[in-house]
């Protein structure tokens, strides 16, 4: 999540300054595409809105503990961010800690722990016995204190990512609090293959550099003037799994460079005429107005009266500010916020691009990351992981915000995030261009070029009280496709194939209604990952989703079950791991059902197929025999269908089953 236009607007520049029981619900028939859409007109509500749900369906949601539940809906300090899975726990993220849930029993999940400790975003990863929790808000504290920091510069003060113990769950301790220059938005864990002694994180920090008499070392400055600039470089943390306490900064690689400022769309015209009647009303009022990423905005009151009390200072002056501070700050103000937020001028008069990511997917098996990095979506080569290398990068003027990234299974395919307006606004809404606030597929060429392919959008409109646009997601492990399911915040959770990355397209979803149907309030899915044979959605108003995919034409029950083979120790969605599945019947039959679904073998071969796999599950005797006879056929089969390839890999899987 990235909070933009007013609210961005107020948190990043503060610490630039200062530094739900289901009531009605629809379902769609299964199979093909619905008559009609379920997720329009939705009834609003915070734990009793009503629901949709196609070709998938809810089986429990949990309400967060009762101290992370705010008295307000909507009230960003107890927001749900995302999750990290080890064995039977889910982990997830909120601005007010963390909470440790056991899902042995997916219908009843388990709350285990709720630990406080204040923060943004508290983005989580685990690895073995450690949990990482990145922070970068003005007021966390390195004890993990509610009481905030007031100073200018304090030791108390954490910005980076902590390091905590959880080999017990239910008394986590924190091993270390690696501190850096922006703090921490979001991290990466980082397996090396080559070493199993270490892991790393990656971090993406997007907060002000703090001052150097907070943390030595931190540069504001830009690298052709300061070549220990904090900005325009990630960090790379080096944590030794033996003495994780000793987990430090041990490179600061600039991916960044040569990249100039990327080209944008802007806001919608009917946008730009709402930002600017809201404006001219404001002024009215004596408001102060700035424009902010090309529209007009009214600047945080909290943001202009630390800025006038800095002018009263200033001048040596105590007391309320007078007519003429508020004259200077006028005159000021609109230079102030281009000098924070516009792309500084590099050299020859050409803006900068990013100096910094939003979030990196690291695929190490594959020696791949691709850095979803605010303008950008960058290729890059891991196989040192100290000293990762831009290979590629790709801009789009449809995307206004590279927010995350997922490789399909091959990485032959890797699939961008556009979190258009933030994450805290409404971009699905009928005058939403279907390119903007969606997903952008590329195909990958020798792990090094990145050619653009197509977009996904969820297709459903929503309402203006509901935010919405393309958030986190992961593949789901069905053998021989490319699938990926996705929350969308308030529009809830789809899943699509991307097999074919031009015309990728739904196969299921789940949506509830707005929190409210007056305002907009925040809520929605954060994140939705498929993990062990079921979707965890984390709500980040209403809790965590946990929901289940029901079979159709689209997504057949042997697909389903083919995907539930695959079974992970661990997961951090942003460290993709390798899926690789046993050679089983169900297996084959799957393949088969998907041949059968693209026409790719002739159907009286693929129905022969299906007997010979019949009767080999069924008798013991003579099963290797009907088995190689069968595999044989199929790669003869392959020289005349459609889809060689998928009928030989089927054949290899019939070869391979005990």
């Known amino acids: ?107 009843h999940p388990r709350l285990v722990h709720a630990e406080r400790c204040p923060e943004q975003q508290n983005d989580v990863s685990v690895y073995k016995n450690l949990l990482f929790l990145s922070g970068e808000s003005q007021n966390g504290r390195v004890d993990c204190g509610a009481q905030g920091v007031q100073e200018h510069a304090s030791p108390e003060r954490f910005r980076g990512v902590r390091v905590i113990d959880i080999s017990d769950p239910t008394h986590p301790r924190i091993l270390a609090n690696v501190q850096t220059c922006r703090g921490s938005h979001t991290h990466t864990v980082v397996t090396d293959p080559k070493d199993t002694s270490v892991v790393y994180i990656y971090v993406s920090g997007q907060a002000g550099v703090r001052p150097a008499e907070e943390l030595a070392g931190c540069s504001a400055a830009l690298p052709e003037e300061d070549t220990a600039s904090a900005r325009f470089r990630i960090d790379i943390i080096r944590v030794p799994l033996a003495h994780p306490e000793q987990a430090r900064i041990v490179s600061r690689p600039r991916i960044f460079e040569t990249l100039v400022a990327p080209p944008e769309h802007g806001a ?168 903007w606030g969606a997903d952008a597929i590329f195909t990958i060429a020798d792990k090094r070029a990145l050619t653009f392919r197509g977009y996904y959008k969820v297709p459903a409109q929503q309402t203006t009280t509901e935010n919405c646009v393309a958030h986190n997601g992961n593949l789901i492990p069905v053998p021989g496709r490319d699938i990926m399911i996705q929350g969308w915040y308030q529009a809830g959770v789809s899943l699509f194939d991307y097999t074919d990355p031009a015309h990728p397209t739904e196969i299921a979803y789940f949506d509830r209604g707005p929190m409210d149907s007056t305002k907009l309030e925040m809520a929605g899915s954060w994140s939705a990952y498929w993990y062990n044979g079921y979707i965890y959605s984390t709500e980040i108003s ?99 269908a459609s889809d060689a390839a998928k009928v030989r890999t089927l054949a290899a899987v019939v070869r391979g089953i005990r």
């Open 1 to 107: 999540m990235r909070l933009t236009a007013t609210r961005h607007l107020c948190r990043v520049v503060l610490s630039a300054v200062v530094v739900l029981t289901p009531a009605l619900s629809a379902q769609e028939p299964a199979g093909g595409t619905p008559v009609r859409d379920a997720r329009v007109g939705l009834r609003a509500g915070w734990w009793d809105a009503a629901q949709a749900a196609w070709n998938m369906r809810l089986v429990s949601t949990s309400r967060p503990p009762a101290e992370f539940i705010p008295a307000e809906p909507g009230d960003f300090d107890y927001m749900n961010s995302d999750v990290a899975f080890k064995g039977n726990f889910v982990i997830q993220g909120n601005f007010q800690g963390f909470t440790v849930w056991d899902i042995t029993d997916p219908f």
């Open 268 to 435: 919608t015209p009917a946008d730009s005429v709402a930002a600017e009647r809201e404006a001219d009303s404001a002024r009215a009022t004596g408001a102060f107005v700035v424009t902010f990423q090309g529209v007009p905005v009214v600047a945080p009151t909290p943001f202009i009266t630390v800025m006038l009390d800095s002018i009263v200072k200033s001048r040596g002056g105590t007391g309320a500010p007078t007519a003429a501070d508020s004259a200077a700050l006028r005159g000021a103000l609109q230079g102030i916020v281009d000098n924070m937020f516009e792309a500084p001028m590099g050299p020859g008069g050409v803006r900068h691009g990013p100096d910094q990511c939003h979030d990196i997917t690291v695929f190490p098996a594959m020696g791949v990351a691709g850095g979803a990095c605010a303008g950008y979506g960058l290729l890059l080569d891991i196989r040192d992981p100290v000293h990762p290398v831009r290979v590629a990068a790709a801009s789009d003027s449809n995307f206004a915000y590279w927010h995350s990234a997922t490789f399909n299974n091959d990485a032959t395919k890797v699939i961008f995030t556009d979190e258009w307006g933030g994450g805290v606004s409404p971009r699905c809404r009928a005058t939403d261009k279907p390119q």
């Open 542 to 640: 209403r809790g965590l989703d946990v929901l289940e995919l029901q079979p159709s034409a689209m997504l057949t029950k042997n697909e389903i079950d083919a995907a539930k083979l695959v079974k992970l120790a661990y997961q951090n969605v942003q460290d993709q791991q390798r899926l690789t599945w046993p050679a089983t019947f169900v297996v084959a039959r799957a393949y088969l059902d998907q041949l059968e679904r693209s026409h790719g073998l002739a159907a009286d071969r693929i129905g022969a197929a299906r007997s010979a796999l019949a009767a080999a599950e069924l008798g013991r005797r003579g099963r290797r025999a009907t088995l190689t006879t069968l595999a044989t056929q199929l790669d003869r089969d392959a020289r005349n």
